[in-house]
Each structure stands twice: as C-alpha cells, then as structure tokens.
DNA sequence: CCGACAACCTGTGAGC
DNA sequence: TGCTCACAGGTTGTCG
C-alpha cells in the first residue's frame, strides 16, 4: 500500500480522531511484524494521552503523554500491505488485524497488514533517538530537500538513480511508484548512474518529486488493490499514473510505447523517448 | 563506503 | 478446479 502520499492521508484522516484522545487499552494480537511488538505495549498505552500524529517519512508517530510528564512515541510502519483505519470498537477483528488502538470515545484504530512487513514500537522520550528515524534522510515536500542536496548526495554513487531515489537515507518516503512518476515528469531514464546527473538535472528531479508527491497527497493517495484511507475511502492518484503500470501503452506526452524493466527486482515504466539519459 | 542480492510474509492472478 | 510461479506499495542484513 503506502509510500509517502499513502501514509500522509492516513495520518490526516486519523488525526481528529486520536488527537488529545486517551487509550482506554491496546490489543496486540499478532506480536511477528518486522521488528517484535514490545512485550508490556499494552500496559504502557493503557490510560496515555495522544497529543499529535506525525510522519517522517512513511512513519507514522503518535506523540504520547503517560502522566508525570513523562512522554513517548509509538512509531507505525505499514510495510508493503499495511493499513491503519478507524472501526467501531464493536467491529470483529479480522486475520490479518494485529493491533488496536481503541480510545476512551470507543474509537478504535486497527492495523491491518497481511505481509506483516510493518511495525510498531514504542520510543520513550525523543523518537528521533529511535535507530529507525535517527538515520532517515530530509523530508521530500521540505526545504531541506532540493536539487542541491540531491546533486551532493549524488556525486559519488553510480547505481541508477532510481535506486538511489528509494534509499530512504537519501530522501524520506519515496517508493517505486513515485520514483517512477518523478522520473518520468524530470526526463530522466532510471538507470542513470546518480554520478552523471547535472546539477540543473538535480534540481529538475527535486521539483518533480515534490510537485508528484503533493499531487498524491491531493488525490488522497493512490488506490492499489484494495487499498483504502483511514475513512475507508479510496485514493485516487493511480487514474493520474504517467507510467507506472502503463507497459505496453502510449506515452501521454509522445505516444511513444511505455516500457518495463527491473531494477534491483522492482518493476520500473520509463517512456524511452521522454527520459534520457 | 558502495552495490548486488536474499530475506522477511501472505495474497493474487496468470498459465497450464 | 487446482497446482506452480512470479510478483506486489518496504526495509534491512550480509557479503564481496
């Protein structure tokens, strides 16, 4: 499901919802995703204040109170098929439904994620202490990304710069379909070696990744599968793919036939006229 | 440090 | 209908 776009409308719709909303109790019901969920997660939720939902990346942070001043974060990672919506606390739990979140209004936010590539931990005090957010590289729709950083980060690597794209130490949140999209809206061919790009390039490349992610985000993210937002409504940026998914169609632009490859065994659309190397 | 590749796990659709 | 295979929106660890 869920690169930045995805997480990002997430994040909105469930904002209203748990902000300044206590945890009457959580349920952990499957403890095997990526990373273990804490053993005593439970019990540290249990009666904690949310007071904001963040993201880094395509992080999700739940800024928490526990009394006493004390403070902590519960980091969310939907992987590849995650998702995180709102039920009603009668709702049944579901196969795939390995945590709740359910709140003193009788809200319940439930992560569902059948792969079971995501995570949730808790970091008490800074969440950016936190291993998995120390090291992630400058949000996207920020300043502190732009063709300058992208042309820095870039002058020492030689694999494709779609690869390099997708390093989330390099820029937060984009995944294979927004490196895609971003690429094909630059002109660039995603085998690039980084190295060669100019830094004009580099900025064209940042622009695109900002003006493709905002877009997604407006659209409420892209729809794959059975994905649905928080509110159980679709996104809809997959109608507005320029090449991802498009093999074999023409070019919106020059009608030229949409190619694939892999690369580093991801499925990559490139118009082979409108992206050069 | 860099890059190639496997691994984690389940579901789905294509092809036979 | 049922089997096998390839592939799916992500990230990390290992090895050369």
């Given at each position: 499901?869920?690169?930045?776009?995805?997480?990002e409308?997430?994040?909105?719709?469930?904002?209203?919802?748990?902000?300044?909303?206590?945890?009457?109790?959580?349920?952990v019901?499957?403890?095997?995703?990526?990373l273990?969920?804490?053993?005593?997660?439970?019990?540290?939720?249990?009666?904690?204040?949310?007071?904001?939902?963040?993201?880094?990346g395509?992080?999700?942070l739940?800024a928490?109170?526990c009394?006493?001043?004390?403070?902590?974060?519960?980091?969310v990672?939907?992987?590849?098929?995650?998702r995180?919506?709102?039920v009603?606390?009668?709702?049944?739990?579901?196969?795939?439904?390995?945590?709740?979140?359910?709140?003193?209004?009788?809200?319940?936010?439930r992560l569902?994620?059948?792969?079971?590539?995501?995570?949730?931990?808790?970091?008490?005090?800074?969440?950016?202490?936190?291993?998995?957010?120390a090291?992630?590289?400058?949000?996207p729709?920020?300043?502190?990304?732009?063709g300058?950083?992208?042309?820095?980060?870039?002058?020492?690597?030689?694999?494709?710069?779609?690869?390099i794209?997708?390093?989330?130490?390099?820029?937060?949140?984009?995944?294979n379909?927004?490196?895609?999209?971003?690429?094909?809206?630059?002109?660039?061919?995603?085998?690039?070696?980084?190295?060669?790009?100019?830094?004009?390039?580099?900025?064209?490349?940042?622009t695109?990744i900002?003006?493709?992610?905002?877009?997604?985000i407006?659209?409420?993210?892209?729809?794959?599968r059975?994905?649905?937002?928080?509110?159980?409504?679709?996104?809809?940026?997959?109608?507005?793919?320029?090449?991802y998914?498009?093999?074999?169609?023409p070019?919106?632009?020059?009608?030229t036939?949409i190619?694939?490859?892999?690369?580093?065994?991801?499925?990559?659309?490139?118009?082979?006229?409108?992206?050069?190397?």
């Amino acid at each position: 499901m869920p690169e930045l776009p995805e997480v990002e409308t997430t994040r909105r719709g469930l904002a209203p919802a748990v902000e300044h909303r206590v945890i009457r109790r959580a349920v952990v019901r499957h403890r095997g995703l990526r990373l273990p969920v804490p053993r005593g997660l439970e019990q540290r939720l249990a009666g904690t204040r949310v007071t904001s939902l963040s993201r880094r990346g395509k992080y999700l942070l739940f800024a928490c109170t526990c009394g006493n001043d004390k403070t902590g974060t519960l980091i969310v990672h939907l992987g590849m098929s995650g998702r995180l919506w709102l039920v009603d606390a009668a709702t049944p739990a579901e196969k795939h439904d390995h945590f709740d979140l359910e709140f003193d209004n009788g809200s319940v936010v439930r992560l569902r994620d059948p792969r079971r590539f995501g995570l949730v931990v808790w970091q008490a005090g800074d969440p950016f202490r936190h291993a998995l957010l120390a090291a992630i590289g400058p949000e996207p729709l920020t300043p502190a990304f732009d063709g300058e950083v992208l042309h820095r980060e870039t002058r020492n690597r030689s694999a494709p710069i779609k690869l390099i794209l997708m390093n989330s130490h390099v820029v937060a949140g984009v995944g294979n379909i927004y490196a895609n999209e971003a690429l094909f809206q630059a002109g660039i061919d995603p085998r690039t070696a980084a190295r060669r790009l100019s830094r004009a390039r580099c900025d064209a490349l940042a622009t695109a990744i900002k003006k493709t992610l905002g877009l997604a985000i407006d659209a409420g993210g892209s729809t794959l599968r059975d994905y649905v937002g928080s509110d159980g409504r679709a996104g809809y940026f997959q109608n507005q793919f320029l090449v991802y998914g498009r093999a074999g169609e023409p070019c919106t632009s020059c009608g030229t036939t949409i190619r694939e490859l892999r690369l580093a065994q991801r499925a990559t659309c490139y118009c082979p006229r409108c992206q050069r190397r």
